[in-house]
């Protein structure tokens, strides 16, 4: 984070942190910028005739006013070779939780001094559970029993009462966890099932209210415990009606036996109560392969649900030959179908580079964080997009670029032409600082983010 001088020992006593952070900031803004710039006479702005260029492209005393931030201009060819990425220094003005201009840099502006940090759209994990995790308590490395996921089913169904107890302050610490690595974003899934009810929902529910003006979140309903196998389907249809964003599957055929049964439950849920769909596929045999097809068919017959649906994992695409990964992503793009990657997954190599050549949406994210699934998580989708770099031989300045998009959800800086395409006034002031020369640099290294924007403020 930009150093402001400022630590926990200098707040006064009774100030709160919200409006101790608040207060810091108008400071670091305050010390750079003129007071008539802030709020001249009280909220009228200068005489025209007194104003500079960049006073009036600021205009609004509420806007603020970045400098010396690096942004992404083009690509450098040899020949037909990207061999560099182009970059220059820029102003950027903040308003309304939007970009509001892209300036020219002026070093000597009064203005939040971005120290020439590269500015990259903020980063996004779209398969998380912030709703059960260890982190923020004591250490625990998993406990792997007998009986598959049925037998993880049934240690859940033991340990969530006890984790459910301040699954509300470890949510939160999660989320600390992604924002210290660049993330203003999730896509959650969480519980939904007779041992946890709605509880898990609603204590997530409540972390995230705590943390609304400092990152963003969509919820995905999860029968964990299968919709039938136990009597999730009750809990699943409340709720749909509490404030979820997609409804969510798991295995049908493992754990509920049957795949038409439970994905009509899905797929009906979701257009009743107009939500997305987001199911959780782990087979990888042919019970995997015919779910998939089974919701493409689908989603054909209720064009609605069109870009709105996606598969986690989807192991099953990891075990055809190429030829079939090939028909299978091109039948996933023409359906709308996206797939969300947990990045890498044991031995399996999953088709990505086959299913991005084939326009399929692609993102990805850190699924369990030092959880009973999953011992590891660092929280940093960079490095996801550094690991799929690493794992698909993407290897040079143009390709290490192209990467970036697994870790912003599909934002780039540059698209594949090396025009500059973000960000432009009217964008969301989503973004992150990081130490890096450009994103090819940011995903090969993980560099650090320095800090992170969300609707314009500083969260990290």
């Known amino acids: 984070m930009i150093k402001n001088n400022n630590n926990q020992s200098d707040r006064p006593q009774g100030l709160s942190r919200k409006t101790f952070l608040k207060n810091t900031a108008w400071t670091l803004i305050g010390s750079v910028m003129t007071p008539t710039l802030l709020k001249a006479e009280k909220g009228r702005a200068m005489p025209a005739d007194n104003r500079s260029g960049m006073e009036k492209e600021i205009g609004s005393a509420n806007r603020t006013l970045l400098k010396n931030v690096r942004l992404e201009t083009g690509f450098e060819y040899d020949q037909l070779?990207?061999?560099?990425?182009?970059t220059a220094l820029f102003c950027i003005a903040l308003e309304g939780g939007k970009i509001v201009a892209v300036l020219p840099n002026n070093p000597g502006a009064d203005a939040i001094d971005a120290q020439g940090l590269l500015m990259?759209?903020?980063?996004?994990?779209m398969h998380i559970h912030l709703d059960k995790t260890f982190y923020g308590d004591k250490w625990q490395a998993i406990r792997r029993g007998p009986g598959g996921i049925k037998g993880m089913i049934a240690l859940e169904q033991k340990i969530l009462p006890d984790m459910l107890k301040n699954s509300t302050y470890k949510a939160e610490k999660l989320i600390e966890l992604l924002q210290s690595k660049g993330s203003g974003y999730a896509r959650?899934?969480?519980n939904i099932e007779p041992t946890s009810q709605l509880n898990s929902l609603k204590h997530l529910q409540i972390a995230l209210e705590n943390k609304k003006s400092t990152f963003g979140a969509?919820?995905?309903?999860?029968p964990q415990h299968g919709v039938y196998y136990t009597a999730s389907a009750p809990y699943m249809r409340e709720a749909a009606q509490s404030g979820i964003d997609y409804i969510g599957g798991v295995d049908p055929f493992s754990i509920d036996?049957?795949?038409?049964?439970t994905m009509d439950f899905t797929i009906g849920l979701a257009l009743e109560f107009n939500k997305g769909i987001d199911i959780h596929l782990h087979e990888s045999s042919q019970s995997g392969l015919k779910t998939v097809e089974y919701l493409i068919n689908k989603v054909h017959e209720n064009q609605v649900l069109k870009g709105r649906t996606f598969l986690s994992h989807c192991f099953c695409l990891g075990r055809l030959d190429s030829e079939r990964q090939a028909e299978m992503a091109a039948k996933l793009s023409d359906a709308g179908i996206g797939i969300v990657s947990t990045i890498p997954f044991g031995g399996l190599v999953m088709p990505i580079p086959t299913l991005l050549k084939h326009n399929v949406k692609v993102m990805t994210g850190n699924d369990s964080i030092v959880d009973h699934w999953n011992t590891f998580g660092s929280g940093s989708v960079l490095q996801k997009a550094h690991l799929a770099a690493q794992l698909y031989?993407?290897?040079t300045e143009f390709d290490l670029s192209r990467m970036l998009a697994l870790a912003t959800a599909g934002i780039m800086p540059l698209d594949d032409k090396g025009r500059q395409v973000w960000p432009v006034p009217g964008d969301a002031a989503d973004f992150v600082l990081i130490d890096a020369s450009c994103s090819a640099e940011a995903v090969a290294r993980i560099s650090t983010v320095k800090s992170l924007y969300h609707n314009g403020n500083p969260v990290f």
């Open 81 to 86: 070779e990207v061999v560099s990425t182009k």
């Open 120 to 125: 990259l759209p903020s980063f996004k994990d």
């Open 218 to 222: 969509e919820l995905v309903a999860f």
């Open 393 to 395: 031989g993407r290897k």
């Open 188 to 190: 959650s899934h969480v």
């Open 257 to 261: 036996g049957a795949i038409e049964k």
